[in-house]
């Protein structure tokens, strides 16, 4: 398949787990990639291995904190100047915590807004930006595909502050999807549900966590991270060309058992 032939995609969070593997699909089908995460050796590691692959520079990187405002500025003038054009953005930069509300500290609730939340209005607002004048110029299936979570429709336990921040998320996208439609830019989210990443791997170590997921989930297990990005390729590709403002749950089966 060569769905992303002449694709320019920003993903951001692409150092590892779903983004990564977003990055490898959409690469393989033919995309030119720029990889945004904070730590740079790790986007490294993603590109090198998608170019040698590939036997193409398919794939740059942009080490970039995506709740800081002058970062994703900096971001947006990278990708109009280097590339003058953006079809696809996957907005997958996310984290975690772990507390009941009443321990909950006010620092920490912020701070997890702000990563899975602020990100994804200012990368959003900023690259789509690029992407609702790049549509003057040519008129095309655009898309932005958010990362959200099951625990945006089901608060998970003991994460009250991730749960809220994935619910923004949801609606966010909806938002952004009855503004952007008029320049042909589609925005949709997809919500995985347990999935094996360095952001559930503590946790999945605890073999009573593992049992649970099994025993709530449909399939009964654990999802895998290719999984998810088969359904953002889907999504960001046009072969999704009438889906906008639409979420997609990819939980396993966890909201039906
Ligand atoms: N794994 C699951 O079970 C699961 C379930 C539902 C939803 N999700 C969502 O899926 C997304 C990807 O998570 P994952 O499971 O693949 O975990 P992951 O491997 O830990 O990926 C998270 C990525 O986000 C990046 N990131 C975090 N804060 C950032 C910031 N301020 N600026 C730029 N990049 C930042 C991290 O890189 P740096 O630390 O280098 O910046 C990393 O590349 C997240 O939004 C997560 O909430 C995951």
Same mark, same amino acid.
């Given at each position: 398949?060569?769905?992303?032939?002449?694709?320019?995609?920003?993903?951001?969070?692409? /150092?590892?787990? #779903?983004?990564?593997?977003?990055?490898?699909? @959409?690469?393989?089908?033919?995309?030119?990639?720029?990889?945004?995460?904070?730590?740079?050796?790790?986007?490294?590691?993603?590109?090198?291995?998608?170019? +040698?692959?590939?036997?193409?520079?398919?794939?740059? #990187?942009?080490?970039?904190?995506?709740?800081? +405002?002058?970062?994703?500025?900096?971001?947006?003038?990278?990708?109009?100047?280097?590339?003058? *054009?953006?079809?696809?953005?996957?907005?997958?930069?996310?984290?975690?915590?772990?507390?009941?509300? @009443? +321990?909950?500290?006010?620092?920490?609730?912020?701070?997890?807004?702000?990563?899975?939340?602020?990100?994804?209005? @200012?990368?959003?607002?900023?690259? /789509?930006?690029?992407?609702? +004048?790049?549509?003057?110029?040519?008129?095309?299936?655009?898309? $932005?595909? !958010?990362?959200?979570? @099951?625990?945006?429709?089901?608060?998970?336990?003991? $994460?009250?502050?991730?749960?809220?921040?994935?619910?923004?998320?949801?609606?966010?996208?909806?938002?952004?999807?009855?503004?952007?439609?008029?320049?042909?830019?589609?925005?949709?989210?997809?919500?995985?549900?347990?999935?094996?990443?360095?952001?559930?791997?503590?946790?999945?170590? !605890?073999?009573?966590?593992?049992?649970?997921?099994?025993?709530?989930?449909?399939?009964?297990?654990?999802?895998?991270?290719?999984? #998810?990005?088969?359904?953002?390729?889907?999504?960001?590709?046009?072969?999704?060309?009438?889906?906008?403002?639409?979420?997609?749950?990819? *939980?396993?089966?966890?909201? $039906?058992?």
């Amino acid at each position: 398949m060569s769905r992303f032939k002449n694709t320019i995609a920003v993903i951001t969070g692409a /150092g590892s787990g #779903i983004g990564e593997m977003a990055a490898t699909r @959409l690469a393989n089908e033919g995309a030119k990639l720029i990889l945004v995460s904070r730590t740079a050796s790790k986007l490294e590691r993603v590109a090198d291995k998608i170019n +040698e692959s590939l036997k193409e520079q398919a794939a740059a #990187i942009f080490p970039a904190d995506v709740t800081n +405002e002058s970062d994703v500025n900096e971001l947006g003038q990278f990708v109009r100047r280097e590339y003058g *054009d953006l079809h696809v953005l996957v907005n997958n930069a996310g984290e975690s915590g772990q507390s009941s509300i @009443l +321990e909950l500290g006010s620092e920490e609730w912020d701070q997890i807004q702000k990563t899975n939340t602020k990100s994804v209005f @200012l990368v959003s607002k900023t690259l /789509g930006k690029l992407m609702a +004048e790049a549509s003057d110029t040519e008129s095309r299936d655009r898309s $932005i595909v !958010n990362v959200a979570s @099951l625990s945006g429709h089901k608060a998970g336990a003991k $994460i009250p502050h991730y749960s809220a921040s994935k619910a923004a998320v949801i609606n966010f996208t909806k938002a952004l999807a009855a503004e952007l439609a008029q320049y042909g830019i589609r925005s949709n989210s997809v919500s995985p549900g347990f999935v094996e990443t360095p952001l559930t791997e503590e946790g999945l170590k !605890n073999q009573k966590v593992e049992e649970a997921i099994k025993r709530n989930t449909a399939l009964g297990r654990v999802g895998r991270p290719e999984e #998810i990005a088969n359904i953002i390729a889907f999504i960001a590709s046009s072969e999704a060309s009438y889906m906008t403002g639409s979420d997609v749950l990819v *939980d396993g089966g966890w909201l $039906i058992t």
